[in-house]
């Protein structure tokens, strides 16, 4: 979703945001939509492109409402000089409450249980599932959403286990007070039941969830991604799945988002189209920081979040 926004209109945005930031224009008007703009909110279903930046003559600032911004072409940006910023932190409470409820779903068998009952199927033996509590969950990347899970989690009193880069040696202090242990991805995949991948798109983490990866966890485990489709190689997983590799996965949005995934025939499934940031209290966050951000970037300010 893209919306042009001119700076004139930031107050009225603040009243007005909700209908602003759901406008979604097709790709090919991209271009010519933002020509004559000040400014643009991004959502993760658009793509900013060098030609964008080329033909926005007025373009001074890119808002990215959500964490990441792969999407975006930075160097381009700071060819223009367009200042590029994101609200990392606004959904995380809301995507971790996603991904828990996502691995209960799919451990106990919900979505299936539900979809029978609508056909008026009453096969109970066919939803025996598994339980959380006392299980061992493998958080891949423990920024500000992965956190937030294992918080939620511990009321289950599982063992957590995660993988992070650049932690300081007082998160690291933190983190082991809390229980948290800090392994590499190997042993994070050998030893987890329910194993959660929460780390922004990169290439670096582009595909990182392959055949090798999903090999190399429990056949009685399960996947939960609520990080974007392309962190995980579907191909892979639905081999995997189909081979019993893996018990099962939960997804809270696949690669080609928009056409039917091959994903949805299998019964071991489940999947979500990217709803974690969509929490009525997440998206009034995540507009009140993007709208006070903008006023303060067209005002020449430097927005704490700033990418570029």
């Not at 271009?31 to 993760?44: K, M, N, Y």
């Not at 990215?64 to 940006?77: E, F, H, K, L, T």
Request: proline letters at 5%; glycine letters at 10%.
């Amino acid at each position: 979703m893209l919306d042009p926004i001119h700076a004139e209109a930031v107050d009225r945005m603040r009243a007005d945001f909700d209908v602003v930031i759901r406008l979604q224009p097709p790709p090919d008007l991209l271009p010519d939509l933002v020509s004559d703009v000040d400014a643009v909110v991004l959502r993760s279903g658009a793509r900013l492109p060098a030609e964008v930046f080329e033909r926005a003559r007025r373009l001074k600032v890119v808002a990215r409402a959500g964490s990441g911004v792969d999407n975006i072409d930075q160097d381009a940006a700071r060819r223009a000089g367009v200042q590029v910023f994101n609200v990392p932190g606004g959904s995380a409470g809301a995507v971790a409450e996603l991904a828990i409820g996502l691995a209960l779903n799919v451990m106990r068998r919900i979505s299936l249980a539900d979809r029978q009952v609508r056909a008026d199927v009453w096969n109970k033996h066919a939803l025996e599932g598994d339980g959380l509590a006392g299980k061992t969950l493998g958080i891949i990347g423990f920024g500000n959403i992965g956190s937030r899970i294992a918080r939620i989690a511990s009321g289950f009193s599982p063992r957590i286990l995660a993988t992070a880069r650049r932690l300081s040696e007082s998160r690291r202090t933190e983190l082991a007070d809390r229980g948290v242990e800090l392994v590499d991805l190997p042993r994070l995949l050998a030893d987890s039941d329910v194993v959660c991948a929460a780390v922004p798109l990169t290439d670096r983490t582009r595909s990182m969830i392959g055949a090798a990866q999903l090999g190399a966890m429990k056949p009685t485990a399960y996947l939960v991604n609520v990080s974007r489709g392309g962190v995980v190689d579907e191909t892979a997983l639905l081999a995997a799945l189909r081979g019993g590799v893996i018990r099962g996965a939960a997804l809270d949005v696949h690669v080609d988002e928009g056409s039917t995934s091959p994903l949805t025939r299998l019964d071991n499934v489940v999947l979500t189209p990217h709803i974690g940031a969509m929490s009525a209290d997440a998206q009034r966050a995540i507009g009140h920081v993007v709208v006070d951000s903008l006023v303060l970037a067209l005002d020449g300010g430097d927005v704490p979040n700033r990418v570029c």
